[in-house]
């Protein structure tokens, strides 16, 4: 009983310790969502576990937002303390004339250079030009977003190659661009979105593009929202990997 009794005790002090790890993650990781005229931001994140493993991030500028969303191959402490690595580094680099390929370079040194090997990191970066709405972006092996037309009221695969952070410390990004008219929307998330498992396997992106079709009425902020809570009900309410989704809509 007494053996009980302590085991006990060690693993509601592990617990405590890991809520404020937590909450010390959630501080350090927080980030505001720009608020601008022609531009309507919505973006959610919510760990699987305790800690996360993903990291979405903001900076404007005089002329443009810069957005980073990125994904800790793992889940758990582990993850959580290496995605709060990212944070640092991001902070330590300059906010303006970067180019998204030069941040993810620059990062991907970072990591190489202080992650475990076993461990890798998927980063998509961007930047948004408030005045020519071009959005530029480069990816290191994360999953591909979405840019929506509204013109031809269609959905385009935001393709971009790159290798994942951490795996070769000389790695060259490509850069990337698309214009948004008015109405266009891009759409960015983790691999916890499209790993979302239903009854019948694993969602197809064809999904997901039909989840956002269904929102379009709402606000940005309400539509990541509702495909979050219609992702979870679909997985009866049990997250299987940190779910991480960010919208962007060029404002009519």
Do not use: W
């Amino acid at each position: 009983y007494q053996e009980h009794q302590t085991l006990r005790g060690i693993q509601q002090e592990i617990k405590s310790e890991i809520e404020i790890a937590a909450n010390v993650q959630q501080t350090l990781l927080e980030t505001k969502i720009p608020q601008e005229e022609a531009l309507d931001i919505g973006a959610i994140s919510v760990p699987a576990k305790q800690m996360s493993g993903d990291y979405y991030h903001f900076v404007r500028d005089k002329e443009s937002i810069n957005i980073a969303i990125a994904d800790v191959i793992g889940k758990g402490i582990p993850a959580a303390l290496c995605m709060s690595m990212i944070k640092y580094a991001m902070d330590s680099l300059p906010e303006t004339g970067i180019h998204p390929s030069q941040v993810l370079k620059n990062l991907n040194r970072v990591v190489e250079q202080n992650v475990d090997p076993s461990m890798f990191i998927t980063m998509f970066y961007a930047n948004y030009n408030m005045n020519s709405h071009k959005f530029t972006y480069a990816s290191a092996g994360h999953e591909p977003g979405f840019y929506y037309c509204k013109k031809e009221n269609k959905f385009y695969d935001l393709t971009a190659k790159g290798l994942v952070l951490g795996i070769s410390q000389d790695f060259d990004y490509e850069e990337y661009e698309q214009h948004l008219d008015e109405g266009d929307m891009i759409v960015l998330f983790s691999d916890g979105v499209t790993e979302c498992r239903s009854e019948d396997g694993f969602l197809e992106r064809l999904d997901i593009q039909k989840l956002i079709e269904e929102h379009m009425c709402c606000s940005a902020q309400e539509m990541v929202q509702n495909i979050y809570e219609s992702l979870l009900k679909l997985q009866d309410f049990q997250l299987h990997d940190d779910f991480t989704l960010i919208v962007l809509t060029r404002k009519v």
